[in-house]
């Protein structure tokens, strides 16, 4: 491992390729970690920050499992069934990379609908994923563990067929998978406290994974979206949720100055008659 690594320190197109693929892995990195984030809410306090490190582990460990077996990750690729059916823009031979990402997808709008449907109806419910429920599975840490799983396989097997594709040397994979979880790790924390406490953030994560889970199901069937397009759109989407956040702060504080103002002028009027 040490030899292969050694002749790469002194190729400049090695540590381009290191630095684009640790930014690219970073940036897939968020889908898994807003899902996540929003997982491990639903949990009790005292389990949140264990389930999220165990998360992030499992990501870490399946990413480098899959670049251990690369020869079996990008024979993935490998049409298994063809349906006959295709088109400009979709085709139907499928592989298993496909369907991976199809099963992923589907699991991703599911949940990202149900979330969306909890957070618009408070009726209480006996499904799992209600967040008051004191005696839902949910609370299970395992329960939420096996879901992380099903997700992390998902965006591991995304991110690890991104990798192939940008460079050769799996010394740079491992170094930019291990470099891009440590910063899911670090993140993971503040990331989930934020969308905790902002429950407009919540839906907008959840509008999020509604899109990439979308994303994946096309992907799956052959019509590929430029990722460009959709890190644009939500970086735009979380710019003006930042500004619509920016512009209820000021309310809020304007609101405060009124009041504290009005008190002062009501306790004024009070002690003058006193006077």
Do not use: C
């Not at 329960?143 to 010394?171: E, K, W």
Request: no cysteine; glycine share 6%.
């Amino acid at each position: 491992m040490l030899e292969s690594i050694t002749p790469l320190l002194s190729d400049p197109a090695a540590w381009a390729a290191l630095v684009t693929l640790v930014v690219m892995e970073v940036v897939l990195g968020i889908d898994n970690l807003i899902f996540i984030s929003i997982l491990s809410n639903k949990l009790p306090p005292e389990h949140r920050q264990k389930t999220r490190r165990i998360g992030i582990g499992l990501a870490l460990i399946m990413r480098l499992a899959l670049l251990a077996a690369i020869g079996w990750i990008v024979g993935l690729t490998a049409p298994v069934f063809d349906l006959g059916f295709q088109g400009e823009t979709f085709d139907t031979a499928f592989s298993w990379r496909d369907l991976i990402l199809i099963a992923g997808g589907l699991f991703l709008v599911w949940k990202a609908t149900k979330e969306i449907h909890h957070a618009v109806d408070t009726t209480p419910s006996n499904d799992m994923l209600e967040k008051d429920k004191k005696d839902a599975v949910i609370n299970n840490v395992g329960s939420a563990i096996i879901q992380i799983i099903m997700l992390d396989l998902v965006f591991s097997v995304d991110s690890i067929l991104t990798a192939v594709g940008m460079t050769d040397h799996v010394p740079i994979m491992m170094i930019a998978v291990v470099v891009a979880v440590l910063v899911m790790l670090l993140a993971s924390d503040p990331l989930a406290d934020f969308i905790d406490k902002n429950p407009t953030v919540v839906m907008l994560a959840l509008g999020f994974l509604l899109m990439i889970g979308m994303v994946l199901i096309a992907d799956g069937f052959g019509v590929h979206v430029p990722k460009g397009y959709i890190y644009a759109a939500m970086a735009f989407s979380a710019l003006v949720e930042g500004l619509n956040m920016w512009s209820r702060t000021a309310q809020i504080k304007k609101d405060r100055a009124e009041e504290a103002a009005q008190l002062a002028l009501n306790k004024a009027e009070t002690a003058e008659p006193g006077v």
